[in-house]
């Protein structure tokens, strides 16, 4: 630190003698110290530093009202900025008084009557000591901004990666994505009306758009067939839950787990009949049970080259008929109750042209 740095420290002189203060304030000030706070009374010491922020605090022992030992005990239980130095002032002190005083949060001390070098000598070997911790605690600040701004730039990433992934499952008959992002944002809004944790709802809105990643290893022909298909090719479109669960499999982050279980069983159904497992009721994961509902949904209510699209109302009622059959109906009443006309019209408003985000889902 700079010796204009050092004088510009601010130091706080409390003694209950005006002569006293007047006389630690000329030495001082003699030395170039210019941002001097003091007081004849200790009651005040607290508004002061509170105020003032101090880098040093020249303490008196033995005053009326408070003495300096109970106001260092006062100054320990106070958030005062971390690591302040206290110089005590004293006439004659018993080493009982010192160990005390030290004890509690004294760092040095200086004997009345003053020696004038002694006094800059001290006074100046505390302030450097203040101002490497000073300096220090902003060096492990910057640290810590600098990892929080990278961590969050690391979070981004993933999540562009896994909306590209996304479109990449569904770029053959929804090379705009909309429909993933769709299927993300219903299962958010599910998972919060079931009651989830606002970062499980994070976790799903996210790992939802992914639930068909497998049908990279579905031939277009077969994919985008407009007519009923073989039974041959119907176990090939079936195997696009077993290719999305191994593309996703060990994985370290929860996000890629959540999305391998999403990927693996969201064709599963409530009463067994499903695949690729025939899994039935609860032993489902809800991940997959509320995809299920929403990705149905959205198939049924959007049309693509090989359908036509119903109506809302013949949707939910095709939903609705399904509860306790092919879906939870504990989710069928979640998503009935949360995907209206309304809030759909706005799902399909807010996914075209940007990212959803959990404030977003909160208003829909």
């Known amino acids: 630190m700079t010796n204009f740095d050092i004088q510009s420290s601010c130091i706080l002189i409390v003694d209950d003698k ?9 030495i001082l000030e003699s030395d170039g110290y210019h941002n001097l706070v003091s007081t004849t009374d200790p009651r ?13 605090i020249l303490l008196d022992l033995h005053m009326p009202h408070l003495s300096g030992i109970e106001l260092l005990q006062k100054l320990a239980g106070e958030s005062l900025g971390g690591y302040l ?26 004997l009345k009557p003053f020696d004038t070098t002694e006094v800059l000598l001290r006074v100046r070997n505390l302030l450097e000591i203040r101002a490497l911790y000073k300096q220090l605690t902003l060096h492990g600040e910057t640290l810590d901004q600098r990892v929080r701004d990278r961590t969050r730039q690391l979070a981004e990433a993933q999540v562009e990666i896994l909306n590209h992934l996304a479109v990449v499952s569904e770029y053959q008959d929804d090379d705009t994505s909309q429909h ?22 994070e976790l799903i809105r996210l790992a939802a758009p992914l639930h068909d990643i497998g049908k990279v290893g579905v031939p277009n022909h077969i994919l985008l067939r407009a007519d009923q298909l073989m039974p041959s090719e119907y176990e090939i479109m079936r195997s696009h839950t077993t290719v999305g669960g191994e593309i996703l499999a060990k994985s370290k982050f929860p996000i890629l787990q959540l999305a391998r279980e999403i990927a693996l069983y969201h064709h599963e159904r409530w009463d067994g009949m499903g695949y690729p497992q025939r899994l039935k009721g609860e032993h489902i994961p809800l991940s997959a049970r509320i995809v299920a509902v929403a990705d149905t949904f959205d198939a049924l209510t959007q049309g693509r080259p090989y359908k036509k699209a119903i109506s809302f109302q013949e949707a939910t009622k095709e939903i609705r008929a399904q509860a306790g059959q092919q879906f939870d109906p504990q989710v069928v009443q979640a998503f009935l109750k949360v995907v209206t006309p309304q ?13 959803l985000s959990v404030d977003a889902l909160a208003r829909v």
């Open 180 to 201: 993933t992002k769709r299927i993300g944002a219903m299962a958010g809004m599910v998972a919060r009306a079931l009651g989830q944790s606002e970062e499980q709802i």
């Open 44 to 56: 005040v010491v607290n508004a002061l530093c509170q105020e003032h922020s101090p880098d040093l």
């Open 85 to 110: 130095p206290v110089l005590v002032l004293t006439s004659d002190i018993t080493p009982e008084a010192k160990q005390s005083a030290l004890r509690i949060g004294a760092k040095d001390f200086l």
């Open 18 to 26: 005006e002569s006293i203060v007047d006389l630690l304030r000329g």
């Open 343 to 355: 809030t759909l019209q706005e799902l399909i408003n807010l996914t075209e042209g940007r990212e």
